[in-house]
């Protein structure tokens, strides 16, 4: 199958077909899939390296860097994914408020069925997810099912966004649930009257890893104006005002604090994980006339993200001084965060649309995962390809009609 290449740029019309391609080759899989570190969910590597820190990383890394996709050889099965369950319902819930049909309101109250299915056990108090298998990496380990704080906070996204869009109390309560997830479970990585940070998951850790907190404070910030309830909006204060001193002179930030813990410095998409969460909380804290006391430079965020995590091309950069790989998950989520300001980013975000389409789509109705400067990834990971993609694309859509 050729990749389909599109030269000129892209009509919207172009995006909402390959929008519907998408969610119907998404739903041929039942919305299952492979997953980037899902290696260990191999019988066979479990077996031969499973059974501490380096070989655990081995096999995890190993599965993920090849340039083609051997799990079905390693016998990984395709699962759900929570994080794409959650981008997926937001991309529904976004066609369903830019065209009013009821098909996509179904679909996306469907997906949010199976995830209160598939949430984490009984052994965490309130509304938690995680991912399904195991996961080594050099700051921790967590065991298949170990819920996080990241998949969590999209998870929650997505219920703010049903209760936007429904109006139903129950998406509402569901977000209050996680909020006990976050208060009792996680721990205080550093806190002061003014700062706090929480770690990724309920397991021992020192890793203070930079979205972890924003994202948080964003669904508590959200919560509590929904709610008319402000009962989190000092912990939410604190947890942003954490993450905006940790923002460099420049305008970005590393991926951990202090930064040396962490080999990735300044990346594509969770500068724009941090930008969007940023935005949400502000937002919260106007609609609930409440003061910003975060004091984060959005603007120089936004403008940093833009200079450095993208080329002229549109094409994301891996990471401030690494181009490559051009990944596609990074694409998406500049189209989302640029999305937002369509005004002073049109050009750029009309130049990530036509690399990704036309480079990276496949009529089939899947996006590929990664471009070297010598091959390109043709595989698809369902999360991190469509998800991402569908979510992108069609909060674009919504945004054009707003805009």
């Not at 369903?96 to 949010?112: R, S």
């Not at 991926?255 to 724009?272: A, F, Q, V």
């Not at 004091?295 to 403008?303: I, R």
């Not at 950069?317 to 790989?325: A, E, S, V």
């Amino acid at each position: 199958m050729k990749t389909k290449k599109i030269t000129t740029a892209v009509s919207n019309d172009d995006i909402a077909s390959v929008i519907e391609q998408t969610n119907r080759w998404s739903r041929k899989q039942l919305y299952k899939g492979h997953n980037k570190h899902d290696g260990l969910n191999s019988p066979i590597l479990k077996l031969f390296l499973g059974w501490s820190k380096w070989p655990r990383i081995f096999a995890i890394q190993g599965i993920m860097r090849l340039p083609i996709n051997i799990r079905p050889l390693f016998l990984v099965k395709k699962s759900y994914n929570p994080k794409g369950l959650a981008l997926f319902v937001q991309g529904y819930l976004y066609r369903y408020q830019t065209t009013q049909q009821e098909k996509y309101l179904h679909e996306a109250e469907k997906l949010l069925q199976i995830l209160i299915d598939i949430r984490a056990s009984d052994r965490w108090k309130g509304l938690s997810w995680g991912y399904h298998y195991p996961w080594q990496d050099p700051g921790f380990y967590a065991p298949s099912n170990t819920p996080n704080a990241v998949v969590t906070s999209f998870v929650c996204e997505a219920m703010l966004h049903a209760y936007r869009v429904t109006k139903k109390d129950s998406y509402l309560d569901q977000v209050n649930q996680s909020i006990v997830f976050f208060t009792q479970h996680l721990q205080h990585l550093k806190e002061s009257d003014s700062e706090l940070c929480l770690s990724y998951m309920p397991i021992k850790m020192s890793m203070r890893v930079m979205d972890v907190s924003i994202l948080i404070a964003a669904v508590m910030a959200q919560y509590c104006q929904l709610a008319a309830d402000n009962t989190h909006m000092e912990k939410a204060h604190r947890l942003a005002t954490y993450v905006a001193r940790q923002q460099t002179e420049y305008g970005a930030w590393y991926y951990t604090d202090p930064k040396e813990d962490s080999l990735i410095t300044h990346d594509n998409y969770h500068t724009g994980f941090i930008l969007d969460a940023f935005d949400r909380y502000r937002n919260a804290c106007a609609k609930n006339n409440l003061a910003d006391c975060s004091h984060v430079n959005y603007d120089l965020g936004l403008k940093y993200y833009a200079d450095n995590l993208f080329n002229n091309d549109g094409t994301p950069r891996w990471m401030h001084d690494q181009d490559y790989p051009h990944d596609i998950h990074g694409a998406a989520q500049g189209i989302i965060t640029f999305s937002r300001h369509l005004q002073d980013h049109q050009s750029l975000v009309t130049k990530i649309l036509e690399w990704s389409i036309g480079t990276m789509w496949n009529r089939q109705g899947r996006f590929y995962y990664q471009q070297t400067p010598v091959y390109r990834k043709r595989f698809t990971l369902l999360r991190w390809c469509n998800a991402w993609m569908m979510k992108a694309l069609s909060e674009y859509l919504f945004r054009c009609e707003k805009h």
